[in-house]
């Protein structure tokens, strides 16, 4: 049930050569969306939930927040967080998140960058996050969109030229696991439909402060290539909620 | 700009035997979904935009409204909605919703069902039912799913023996016209993005309170054949917002 792939030597390896993993923030695709949603960090309690490199976590050390807890379940995640993101602010947990436990009102800030597809419950993320904030604390997570993880592959459908002709979608109301292809490995990862995503947080007593699909600048657009066909499908979905 | 296809003679005779047509909204497949997200309609006044054939103003008629205004572009809407949908309460309205404008502060509900995707102008039709709107009234939609509206003809993608073999989505981020083919005959919709339907509202003034996607109730999808594919890829989206 605990999702680890990043502990597997093979796909590690491919993910620690992806823009985001060698440039941090700046390789991301989303970070021009992502920065202006982040609250004001300084003086601030900040949870880091699937952590990774670090990169966020540092960010949130660097504007000054008094305490930033970063955890994730892969142990070489966090051997490379430490090396490349260590900051006086930051302590990095190894953790899976089903195991987590914080005490209730401690932070002001949980940030979740692209975990939850790997995560099996989400209801139960909810209600922890949601123990785990003060009051008017906030919740910014990133996951790879409903329409993007509905038909499981993640790949789009091409052509008998091999051609891309479009995404497909198919099994959306069908919530659960997916064997996605990506970096060239096979990746369990979690589909959910959009409803679950956000009436699931109304419900749960968060509020939407914002709700973002980031696509690549158009600079990006037209230096990179492939990068156009990113205006193609939705990837991921960015969403900014309050806690009550 | 002002999209009036159901006056079209033959787009009206099809879609007048559409089930949400004959059987009002028992008929719609949206409505276990909708129905209980309707605020209590005592005493309170409803601006129903695209009312077609008057079966959501007469349901708030119904259920004890003041003052019910239902206004359609369609001359054949209204004229069945008058027969259909009479009620003290209901003034029927022939108006393009670009057209139309209303007392600030005057409703406490706006309905607006499935007429949004008609719609070149999203931007001022927020404005529009803020301004209509009296503080802490609500404004419920439905719409069709970005997901559904992308590629643009709505159709499945079929395999060589004309099997569904999923939806395909392309051109996501290209927000506007698209040539949908509906019942039969080629219809002007407008897509856009899902953040630009939600995020656009918070950026407005409004609070969320429900985002669903309707699937068909398991009963329907065993009893009705074809049903089960409605599974497979999501067609609409009710939100549920309100106004601070």
Known sequence: MKENKYDDPVFFAHYSHMARSEQGLAGAGE????????????????????????????????????????????EKMLAAAREKNAHPAITYRQEAFEDAD?????FDLVLCSLMLHYLADYGTF???????????????????????TAYGSQDWYYGPGGEILHFPVDRYFLEGKRDALFLGEHV???????????????????????????QPAAEMVQSIPGMAD??????????LAQKQ
């Open 188 to 214: 369990v990862k979690y589909h959910r439909t959009l409803t679950t995503y956000l009436d699931g947080l109304l419900q749960e007593g968060f509020t939407l402060l914002r709700i973002q699909e980031p």
């Open 31 to 74: 970070w021009p969306t992502l920065e202006p949603l982040l609250p004001p960090f300084a003086g601030k309690r900040v949870l880091d939930l699937g952590c990774g490199f670090g990169w966020h976590a540092r960010y949130a050390a660097d504007h000054g927040a008094a305490e930033v807890i970063a955890s994730d379940i892969s």
């Open 126 to 148: 909810l209600k922890k996050v949601r123990r785990w904030l003060k009051a008017g604390g906030t919740l910014l997570f990133t996951v790879e969109h409903p329409t993007f």
């Open 230 to 239: 990113e205006l193609r499908r939705p990837m991921m979905l960015i969403v």
């Open 102 to 106: 914080y005490p209730a009102g401690h």
